[in-house]
C-alpha cells in the first residue's frame, strides 16, 4: 500500500509555470520468440514452475549460453524500425550483481556496444490547437535476458518489504529481453504526460506491426520505466527520479504527471529531489521511495567472455530491412482514406484500441461504419463495465458479420443483435446458437404483428384516437406495447409501418 | 606499493558476497597489496594503440536457430534444491537489515 | 601377442591395452579390476580420487565386452579406463571442483567431454582431485586435502589437476581428463612424469566443464604416452554447437602426427624470455640435453625472442580473477551446494554471504576480490582493460615467432616437485610456478609437456614444454612422439617405470 503521509504536489499548470521537464523513458519488450535467448527451453506463458530451465537458463556450472539467431534478427528489425544505425560488430557484455532471481548472478546483457543505436520515433500529440508531432531520439536497443519471477510469502501485500521468504520460478529466467532506450526528451512542457504515453503507445504498435513480441504491458512483455527531473527554464537539468511498476499507457501518463507535481512541490520547498528508483501505484496514481540502497551498485561490466561478437553482414541487414512492415502512422492514414473517415473519427479508434479489431471486421465484410459503431459504442461499454480489455472479449469480427448480415436480411433488428451479443460474451455460443437457444428470432410475418397492433390499438383506446388526429408520435406507444408483448422480437420500424398503415395515417 | 586497505577489502568483500572474519580482513589486505603490485607491471606496457582481446580465436556470428526442446526434469533440480516449496526454490528473505 | 598378467595390466599405456581388447586377449571388465584394485591399494596414500565410481565403471566395462563379443566395431579407446577431473560434469556422479561449496551435488547433465567418452567406450573410473574451482598449482587448495606426488609422496604433483597426474603416474588408470588455465595440466604432467596437452583454445567443447576464466579454460588429454594423449585427443575434440567459442573445424591429424614423430627439416624456437633464467639447475640440464636430442633428429633449434612475455604472469593475473569472480558469483546458496546461515531472520544477503564464506577456501577468496577489485569501477582501464591489451601484443609475439619457427619450446616449469606446504604461505611464489605455461593460455595457441627425463640433482621429473600455433595441434604430437621415442630408446622403458614403488 502507498505511504501514509500525503506527499506533496503542486497542481500540474503551476508546476509548469516554474519548471521544465525532462524525461527519459526505458523500455524492454519481452521476445515472442519460440525459445530463450542462450537456450532452448520454451518460452510459453503460463507454464507449470520450473518446468521449462534446463543447465543454461539455471546457470548450473559447466552451462554455457548460445544465442538466438531471431533474437538478433528481431533487434535488427527494431532497430531498423526505429531509424538506427546497426552495428557491424558488438558483444556482450555482463552485468555483475547478486539477486536471487538471476542464476549466475550476472546478466548478460550489452553494455558500451549496443546492436542499434541512435533513432527515432515520431509520435503525434492530441492538443487544442491540434495535433502536434514530437520526435522522440532513441540511444540504443540493445539485446538481455529476462530474470526468473520471486514471489513474496509473508507480509502483507506480496510485495518484498515485509516478506518472510520468497520462492523463485525460472521459467522465465533467459527469454530474450530487448531494452531501448530514449535520448532525453526535452522540450515537451506540458505535453510530457502526453508524449509520454504517445510514445509508448506508438513503440508498442510498432513492436506489433513487427510481430516481434506480444507487447501486452499487462502481461509485462513490454514494461516501462520513466524517467522523470526538473529544472527552471534556462538552468541545467535537474536529479532524476526513476518509476517502475508502470504496467499500462494510462499509467504511464499519470506516472509523469504525479512526478512532475511532486518534483516541483520538492524544489519549490527549497530542498532537492533524491535520486532514486521509485514505485508508482496504480491506486493512487502516486509514486512511492523504492528500496533504498545502502551502497551505489559496481556492474563491474566486462565482455562475456562466453559468446563471440556479433557482426551482422550488410547483406543480411538490407535482407532484414525489405521484411519491415508499413509503418503504424503511415496504416493509419491509408485507412483512414480507404474508409472515408475523419482524422478524428481515426483517433477515436486508437484512443479506444480498437482500431485493430476494427479493421478485422471490415475484412470480415462488414460496413466501416457498423464495425466502428460496434466497437467503440456497444463493446467497449461492456468492456469498461467489466473492466477488461477491449480484445480480450469473447465477442470476434465473424460473430459481428454474421449479425450484420441477418440485419440486412431483416432476420434481426439492432435491439434483437444487443441481446445476441450478450449472449456470445456470456460464452452461450455462437450467433446461430444464440439465436436459437434463445429464441431470438424477429417476428416479421403481418398476420402476427396486426394482431398484436390490434390488441395494443385494443388496449389504449385513446391513444388510437391521437394517432388519427394527427399525433404520428403516439404511434410510439403502440410500436411500444407490440415490442413488449412480442418479447422485443417484432420488428419495430415494420410494426410502426403496419399500424400508420392500419390507420390510414400517413408518416 | 599499491596498498589495498582494510576499507577497501571490506567494499570488495561486500561487493562479492563474503563474510570475512576481522582476521582475514587484514589478512588478505596485505596479501591483495602485493599481488596488485606484481600484477600492475602490466601498465609499464605502452598499449594505447593497441585494441584489447576479449576472445583469443576470432569467431564472430555463432548462433543457433529459435527452436524449442524440453527442459531439464524438475526431480533432479528440485533434489539439488537447499530449499524448496511450492514447486520453487525457497530464498531467505529479501532486503534485511544488515 | 602375450597376455598380460593382472600387476602389467595397469602398468600398459592405453593404446596396448585397446589392442590387447580388441584382439580378445583380455577385457575390459578385468582392465577396470585391475585398475580398481591398484586403487584400492594405493588411493590411501596418494589420495589421486575424490570419488571412485566402482559399480557403473564395471559396468559400462561389463557393457562394452558384451557388444564386442556381438561383433560391435568399437572404437580404438573402447573398454580403457580413465580418471576424469572433478571439475567436469556428470550426471548423477558427485562434481565438487576440490570446494565444499559442491560438496554432495549432483550433477543433472553429462558435460561434453563425457558425452564424448562414453560415446568411445571408454571407461570412467571416478573423479580426480584439484584445487580448489582450478585454482593453484600444487592441489594443496583442494578442500578434501592434497594429492600426493607417487615419485615422493611428501611433494606436490602439480595443479591444478594434481589428482589426474598423480593417478597416472601412480597406474591407477592409463588415461586421464585435465583442464589448463594456466597450466593446470602441464605443469602436473611435469613434475610427474607424464605427458599432458592443452589443446588450442575452442578445440575441446567447455560444456559441462565448471568454468574458471572462460576465455582461457581448456580441457585437454593426459596420459603416460604421447600416442595415449593422441588416442584421447582424438576422442574428445571438435566443434559443439553448445559451447559458442568452440571451433568449427576437422580436429587436426594428432594420431597421425603421433605415430609419424618424425622432426627432419622442422625448425624449433627456444623462447628467450621462457630460457630458464632463475630456474632449477637440474631442470635446465634436462632441458638442454633434450634440446640436443631434437638437433640430433634432424631439427633445427634457433633462439626466438618473445618480448612482451614478461608481462605474461601480470595480465593473466588480473584477466583470470576478474573472470573467476564472475564465474563463481552464481555459487550462492540459493540453487545447489551448500547454504550457511540461514536462520530464522537471516536476509538472503546475509545468507550469500554466510555461504560464500563458508564454502570458499582461501585462495578462492583471495582471487575473487583480487578479480573483483580489477573490474570495479575506476580501476577496469588500468588493470582489466590493460591486461586484455597486453593480451593482444602476447599474442602478437607468438605469431611472429611462428613465422620463423614450426615450434616453440620450453622447460615447463622452474623447478621440480616442491615439497607440500612450502609455498602455502607466498601466493605469489606459488603463482610463478606458470610462468612458462601463461603465455599459450592468453595467446589461446596449444601446447604439450612431455618427460625427458629425472633431474640429476632430486632425482624428480623434468618436462619439456612444445608450444604451437592455433589449430597446429598435430605438431605438438609430432614433435612430442619424436623426443620421446628417442629417450624411451635411450632409456629403454618410458620414465614413469621409474617411479619408486608405493
Known amino acids: 500500500m502507498s505511504g501514509s503521509q500525503t506527499i506533496s504536489r503542486i497542481p500540474f499548470e503551476q508546476a509548469l509555470d516554474a519548471f521544465e521537464p525532462v524525461l527519459g523513458l526505458e523500455t524492454h519488450v519481452e521476445l515472442g520468440t519460440a525459445s530463450k535467448m542462450f537456450c532452448g527451453c520454451p518460452t510459453e506463458f503460463g507454464g507449470a514452475p520450473n518446468t521449462q530451465v534446463c543447465p543454461v537458463c539455471l546457470g548450473l556450472p559447466g552451462s554455457l549460453p548460445v544465442v538466438n539467431a531471431m533474437a538478433v534478427e528481431s533487434t535488427i528489425r527494431m532497430g531498423l524500425a526505429l531509424h538506427c544505425d546497426i552495428a557491424s560488430w558488438c558483444r556482450f557484455a555482463r552485468k555483475n550483481y547478486f539477486y536471487p532471481d538471476m542464476p549466475k548472478d550476472y546478466q548478460i546483457s550489452q553494455y558500451d556496444e549496443p546492436l542499434c543505436f541512435d533513432g527515432y520515433l515520431d509520435v503525434v500529440v492530441a492538443t487544442d490547437d491540434g495535433p502536434r508531432e514530437f520526435r522522440v531520439e532513441i540511444e540504443r536497443v540493445h539485446m538481455e535476458e529476462d530474470t526468473g519471477k520471486l514471489t513474496h510469502t509473508g507480509g502483507d501485500t506480496g510485495r518484498i518489504h515485509g516478506a518472510d521468504y520468497s520462492l523463485v520460478d525460472y521459467n522465465r529466467a533467459g527469454i530474450p529481453l530487448i531494452e531501448i532506450v530514449t535520448k532525453p526528451i526535452v522540450g515537451a512542457g506540458a505535453l510530457a504526460p502526453m508524449v509520454a504515453r504517445a510514445y509508448v503507445t506508438e513503440l508498442r504498435d510498432l513492436m506489433r506491426s513487427l510481430g516481434v513480441s506480444d507487447v501486452r504491458m499487462d502481461q509485462g512483455s513490454l514494461r516501462c520505466d520513466v524517467n522523470v527531473s526538473l529544472a527552471p527554464a534556462g538552468e541545467p537539468w535537474g536529479t532524476r527520479s526513476e518509476t517502475k511498476n508502470v504496467n499500462s499507457l494510462r499509467s504511464v501518463e499519470r506516472a509523469v504527471r504525479f512526478e512532475i507535481e511532486r518534483q516541483a512541490a520538492v524544489l519549490s520547498g527549497g530542498e532537492r529531489v533524491v535520486q532514486e528508483t521509485r514505485h508508482f501505484h496504480e491506486d493512487t496514481g502516486e509514486t512511492t521511495p523504492g528500496r533504498s540502497k545502502e551502497h551505489a551498485e559496481d556492474y563491474r561490466y566486462f565482455p562475456e567472455p562466453d559468446l563471440v561478437p556479433v557482426a551482422p553482414s550488410e547483406a543480411w541487414i538490407e535482407e532484414l530491412r525489405a521484411t519491415l512492415p508499413e509503418v503504424p502512422s503511415a496504416r493509419r492514414a491509408r485507412l483512414r482514406d480507404e474508409w472515408g473517415i475523419s482524422d478524428l473519427e481515426m483517433q477515436t479508434l486508437v484512443n479506444a484500441e480498437a482500431l485493430e479489431l476494427v479493421a478485422a471486421t471490415i475484412n470480415a465484410g462488414v460496413d466501416q461504419g457498423a464495425a466502428r459503431k460496434w466497437w467503440t459504442g456497444e463493446f467497449t461499454r461492456i468492456a469498461n463495465e467489466q473492466g477488461v480489455a477491449l480484445e480480450d472479449l469473447a465477442v470476434t469480427p465473424a460473430h459481428i458479420a454474421r449479425v450484420e448480415a441477418l440485419i440486412a436480411d431483416g432476420s434481426l433488428t439492432d435491439k434483437l443483435a444487443r441481446s445476441v451479443f450478450e449472449g456470445v460474451l456470456a460464452g452461450e455460443g455462437d450467433v446461430d446458437e444464440v439465436i436459437s437457444a434463445r429464441g431470438l428470432v424477429v417476428v416479421g410475418d403481418d398476420s402476427t404483428l396486426m394482431a398484436a397492433i390490434e390488441q395494443a390499438l385494443a388496449d389504449q383506446p385513446d391513444v388510437a384516437e391521437k394517432i388519427r388526429g394527427g399525433k404520428v408520435q403516439a404511434a410510439g406507444a403502440i410500436v411500444g406495447a407490440v415490442m413488449k408483448a412480442t418479447k422485443g422480437q417484432a420488428d419495430a420500424a415494420k410494426v410502426r409501418t403496419l399500424l400508420l398503415a392500419h390507420l390510414g395515417v400517413e408518416e | ?98 | 601377442m602375450a597376455p598380460v598378467m593382472d600387476s602389467d595390466l595397469v602398468r600398459q599405456s592405453a593404446a596396448t591395452l585397446a589392442a590387447a581388447m580388441q584382439a580378445g586377449e583380455v577385457t575390459s571388465v578385468q582392465v577396470t579390476e585391475a585398475c580398481l584394485a591398484r586403487i584400492d591399494t594405493v588411493d590411501d596414500k596418494v589420495h589421486a580420487f575424490l570419488h571412485i565410481d566402482r559399480e557403473a565403471a564395471l559396468a559400462t566395462a561389463a557393457d562394452i565386452d558384451r557388444r564386442r563379443a556381438a561383433g560391435a566395431d568399437l572404437g580404438p579407446l573402447a573398454g580403457v579406463p580413465l580418471a576424469l577431473k572433478d571439475v567436469f560434469t556428470m550426471r548423477g556422479v558427485p562434481t565438487t571442483c576440490g570446494s565444499r561449496i559442491l560438496e554432495g551435488w549432483l550433477p543433472p547433465y553429462d558435460s561434453t567431454v563425457v558425452e564424448r567418452l562414453r560415446k568411445a567406450d571408454v571407461v570412467i573410473l571416478g573423479k580426480t582431485n584439484m584445487d580448489e574451482f582450478a585454482m593453484g598449482s600444487s592441489t594443496e587448495h583442494s578442500a578434501y586435502g592434497p594429492t600426493r606426488n607417487p615419485w615422493d609422496l611428501d611433494r606436490i604433483p602439480g595443479g591444478s589437476g594434481g589428482g589426474s597426474s598423480a593417478s597416472l603416474a601412480a597406474f591407477e588408470a592409463p588415461l586421464a581428463m585435465g583442464t589448463d588455465t594456466g597450466g593446470s595440466i602441464r605443469q602436473p604432467a611435469a613434475v610427474t612424469g607424464t605427458v599432458g596437452v592443452k589443446p588450442t583454445y575452442g578445440g575441446v567443447s567447455r560444456y559441462g566443464l565448471v568454468a574458471l576464466a572462460s576465455s582461457l579454460d581448456q580441457a585437454g588429454p593426459c596420459a603416460r604416452t604421447v600416442l595415449d594423449a593422441a588416442l584421447l585427443h582424438q576422442a574428445i575434440a571438435g566443434h559443439d554447437p553448445r559451447d559458442s567459442t568452440s571451433i568449427d573445424a576437422p580436429v587436426p591429424d594428432v594420431v597421425a602426427a603421433a605415430r609419424a614423430g618424425d622432426v627432419r627439416g622442422m625448425r624449433i624456437g627456444l623462447v628467450r624470455e621462457l630460457g630458464g633464467e632463475g630456474y632449477q639447475q637440474g631442470v635446465r640440464q634436462r632441458f638442454d640435453e633434450a634440446v640436443s636430442v631434437l638437433t640430433d633428429l634432424g631439427a633445427e633449434v634457433v633462439e626466438v625472442s618473445c618480448p612482451h612475455f614478461e608481462y605474461a604472469l601480470g595480465a593473466y593475473y588480473l584477466i583470470l580473477p576478474a573472470e573467476a569472480s564472475s564465474n563463481l558469483a552464481r555459487f550462492d546458496g540459493m540453487r545447489y551446494g551448500l547454504r550457511a546461515g540461514d536462520h530464522e531472520d537471516a536476509s538472503v544477503e546475509e545468507v550469500m554471504s554466510r555461504t560464500r564464506e563458508a564454502g570458499f577456501g582461501a585462495e578462492v577468496k583471495r582471487r575473487i576480490m583480487l578479480g573483483t577489485y580489477s573490474l570495479s569501477s575506476g580501476y577496469y582501464d588500468a588493470y582489466y582493460g590493460q591486461a586484455q591489451k597486453v593480451r593482444t601484443l602476447i599474442a602478437r609475439d607468438f605469431t611472429a615467432a611462428f613465422e620463423q619457427v614450426d615450434v616453440l619450446i620450453s622447460p615447463t616449469t622452474p623447478t621440480t616437485a616442491f615439497k607440500l606446504g612450502e609455498k602455502l604461505d607466498d601466493p605469489l611464489a606459488m603463482y610463478l610456478n606458470d610462468i612458462a605455461t601463461i603465455p599459450v593460455n592468453l595467446a589461446g595457441n596449444c601446447a604439450m609437456s612431455v618427460p625427458v627425463g629425472l633431474s640429476p640433482d632430486d632425482g624428480l621429473p623434468v618436462g619439456l614444454q612444445i608450444m604451437a600455433p592455433a589449430l597446429g595441434d598435430d605438431r605438438l604430437y609430432r614433435v612430442g612422439s619424436a623426443l620421446e621415442s628417442a629417450l624411451v630408446d635411450r632409456w629403454g622403458h618410458i620414465l614413469s617405470e621409474e617411479v619408486p614403488s608405493l
Open chain 2, 1 to 98: 606499493m599499491a596498498a589495498i586497505t582494510r576499507a577497501e577489502v571490506e567494499h570488495l568483500a561486500r561487493l562479492a558476497r563474503l563474510e570475512l572474519t576481522e582476521g582475514e580482513i587484514d589478512h588478505y589486505a596485505e596479501q591483495l597489496s602485493a599481488i596488485v603490485d606484481a600484477v600492475t607491471r602490466v601498465s609499464e606496457v605502452a598499449a594505447e594503440d593497441i585494441p584489447p582481446t576479449s576472445h583469443p580465436i576470432p569467431v564472430t556470428n555463432t548462433f543457433r536457430p529459435d527452436v524449442a526442446r524440453p527442459g531439464v526434469d524438475r526431480e533432479e533440480i528440485a533434489a539439488a534444491a537447499p530449499a524448496w516449496e511450492d514447486d520453487r526454490f525457497r530464498v531467505p528473505r529479501i532486503l534485511g537489515e544488515s
